[in-house]
T-cell receptor, first 117, second 108 residues
Framework: NAGVTQTPKFRVLKTGQSMTLLCAQD?????MYWYRQDPGMGLRLIHY???????AKGEVPDGYNVSRLKKQNFLLGLESAAPSQTSVYFC????????????????FGDGTRLSIL | ELKVEQNPLFLSMQEGKNYTIYCNYS?????LYWYRQDPGKSLESLFV?????AVKQEGRLMASLDTKARLSTLHITAAVHDLSATYFC????????FGAGTRRTVKP
């Protein structure tokens, strides 16, 4: 049982380059999330999705785009990478819960360490 | 804007001793979450607290929630593999906001 898988695990980009981070889950979860974690800080929500074909902005969405074309995949795109986007990115998923935001435990991927020069 | 504050931010734990981490938040949310992160690893969900007065215990960990005081506590009886972990609380508002984390003190 793979759980939540993120690819790639590491990446170095130059300013202005674009890339896509892939998150895949095999638990049939409705909800998926993208977070970034900067040194000495907690996680900040970038975007999330409450189901296939739907996405919503989180706390820090600027400079990122997402897509949820398939229930099991949640893609995070950087259109024009900036040094401020150097961070560790975590994807998570959870079962649907009550209300507009799932109250179920989140399952996290191992993270993608992204450096932008 | 929702604020989630953890106290202490740094902790030097010793095996077998008891510690308490506090999580204060500024909204009326009744959903609070505790997570653990080992160095260089991802987050692991510890507890989900969904109502006032909720108390959950698992092994050496116990968490409680007081929604009136907007306060949650995490009690830890430290084992060896706990000493380097960072503990996060998070609260749901329009999205899920995390505290800054309580991490191991790094001695100079």
């Amino acid at each position: 049982n793979a759980g939540v898988t993120q690819t790639p695990k590491f990446r170095v980009l130059k300013t202005g380059q674009s890339m896509t981070l892939l998150c895949a889950q095999d638990m049939n979860h409705e909800y998926m999330y993208w977070y970034r974690q900067d040194p000495g800080m907690g996680l900040r929500l970038i975007h999330y999705s409450v189901g296939e074909g739907t996405t919503a902005k989180g706390e820090v969405p600027d400079g990122y785009n997402v897509s949820r074309l398939k229930k099991q995949n949640f893609l995070l795109g950087l259109e024009s990478a900036a040094p401020s986007q150097t961070s560790v990115y975590f994807c998570a998923s959870s079962y649907q819960g009550q209300g507009s935001f799932s109250n179920q435990p989140q399952h996290f991927g191992d993270g993608t360490r992204l450096s932008i020069l | 804007e929702l604020k989630v504050e953890q106290n202490p931010l740094f902790l030097s734990m010793q095996e077998g001793k008891n510690y308490t981490i506090y999580c204060n938040y500024s909204t009326t949310s009744d959903r609070l979450y505790w997570y653990r992160q080992d160095p260089g690893k991802s987050l692991e969900s510890l507890f989900v607290l969904l109502s006032n007065g909720a108390v959950k215990q698992e092994g050496r960990l116990m968490a409680s929630l007081d929604t009136k005081a907007r306060l949650s506590t995490l009690h830890i009886t430290a084992a060896v593999h706990d000493l380097s972990a960072t503990y996060f609380c998070a609260v749901d508002d329009n999205d899920r906001r995390f505290g800054a984390g309580t991490r191991r003190t790094v001695k100079p």
